[in-house]
């Protein structure tokens, strides 16, 4: 155990305690508890805003997972990874000022919050509160298991006590201090990725003799490993394709991404967060994903590739500054699991409790639930994280298709569309949650696509079909929210 590195980040975790207790006094002294734990009062400027959702976005998948493929894979993992380039920028850009806009009129807190006054339909928000449940629980894990990996890797302790250490550390902070301490976290974070890939990456390059020399011994080890197609051959374009949907475009879908886009200050705050969240994002994409490549030179024969990023952090850098860019990782990771935790703590919570079960809790109630269910969830995810994976990106990316093809077309449609309805959204929810796992479980590479395209068309057509068919139905219903928030 190295104390050199393990000190760093033992002072990463303290300072993220400490911004959840300051935040915390704040909140006991809030006259909206929801709107503060959740949403962080909607006060969030350009930095923070492309940060927070830089960091939110930017997972273990990212930092441990990802590299760990393209470990595995080689350059064309890297080509595809590039992909997210434009995530943020979607995001903004399609929900934008109109969704937050719209959020303000209805005084949606939730993405769940917005589908229940776009179609006053109960089974909508139940639906919908359940997607997000099953698939958080997914990605929630998949961060979990990249902790734990972070932590066993750098202290040499059991993956469990690793998996334990780490969810007490970030269940204090979210919990006492909720979406305000999040997203302040998150800014911190991000400036850390951002360093941490720089430091990485260069330190890899220096310890395999040049990029011209790692990229001679890969083609010497296996000429697959600098085409787009992988190691294996298994990056078809056609599959290269698809996950424009599933890392591009679908994210738009994605309730701890969306929920962003209801939360900053003003349209000054929104366009300075495209630019900054656009560049940060390539940058640390394109940065840990060729570290990861370029350390099968420097590490070969990694029996866990999803050990590579730490691994290699320990190999090529002194020990001090070795803890410092693990804090890169960790704050990833931690970013991550502390938006995941409040999204679905907020789905049992503002969107089944207080809606349907006891509208008229007092703050004080509200409060005690709110902090008791993240606490519940998060202990829960520490069970179902203690049996990983080989490779945690797959808990991960099933879970971003399952809650793409439940959300992309209610929330997209639901804005843009005046007949869009209950009956649209419903379908969508059901035919892509259910096709999606159908398909991932008995027919995952579906036509040479990844397994998230088809449902996500078949979500689309349903929402159109059922619309159409129940207009004269949710008529009157319609007209009422066309001029009350679409206008």
Known sequence: MN?????????????????????????????????????????????????????????????????????????????????????????????????????????????????????????????????????????????????????????????????????????????????????????????????????????????????????????????????????????????????????????????????????????????AALIIGTIVVGFIMLGMHLAGVFGRVVLPGLDTPDSVMPLLALHVLPPWLAGIVLAAPMAAIMSTVDSLLLIVSSSIVKDVYINYIKPEASEKRIRRISIGVTAIVGITVFFLAINPPEFLITLNLFAFGGLEAAFIWPVVLGLYWKHGNADGALASIIIGVISYIAITIFYPDVFGMHSVVLPVTLSLCGYILFSILGRHRHNHRQKEIINKYLV
């Open 3 to 271: 104390l050199q590195v393990i000190i760093p980040l033992l002072i990463f975790l303290l300072v993220m305690f400490f911004i959840g207790v300051a935040v915390s006094r704040r909140l006991s002294n809030s006259s909206s508890f929801v709107q503060d734990y959740f949403l962080g009062g909607r006060e969030l400027g350009g930095l923070l805003l492309a940060m927070t959702m830089v960091a939110t976005y930017g997972s273990a998948s990212s930092f441990i997972g990802g590299p760990g493929i393209a470990y595995h894979t080689g350059l064309g993992w890297v080509l595809l990874a590039m992909i997210q380039v434009v995530t943020g920028y979607f995001v903004l850009t399609i929900l934008g000022k109109k969704f937050a806009i719209i959020a303000r009129k209805m005084n949606a807190i939730t993405l769940i919050d917005f589908l229940k006054e776009r179609y006053g339909s109960k089974l909508v928000v139940l639906l919908s509160a359940l997607s997000v449940i099953i698939f958080l629980f997914s990605a929630m894990a998949a961060q979990w298991v990249g902790g734990a990996r972070l932590i066993e890797s750098v202290t040499g302790l059991s993956y469990t006590s690793a998996l334990f250490i780490f969810a007490a550390s970030v269940l204090v902070y979210v919990i006492i201090g909720g979406f305000r301490a999040v997203a302040i976290t998150d800014g911190m974070q991000g400036i850390i990725m951002v360093l941490g890939t720089i430091v990485i990456l260069a330190g890899t390059i220096v310890a395999g003799g040049g990029i011209p020399a790692i990229m001679g011994e890969l083609i010497e080890e296996n000429p697959n490993l600098i085409t787009p197609f992988g190691a294996d051959g298994s990056l078809t374009p056609l599959y290269v394709s698809s996950f424009w949907i599933l890392v591009g475009v679908g994210v738009v879908g994605l309730p701890q991404v969306a929920v962003r886009a209801m939360s900053y200050k003003n349209s000054k705050a929104m366009h």
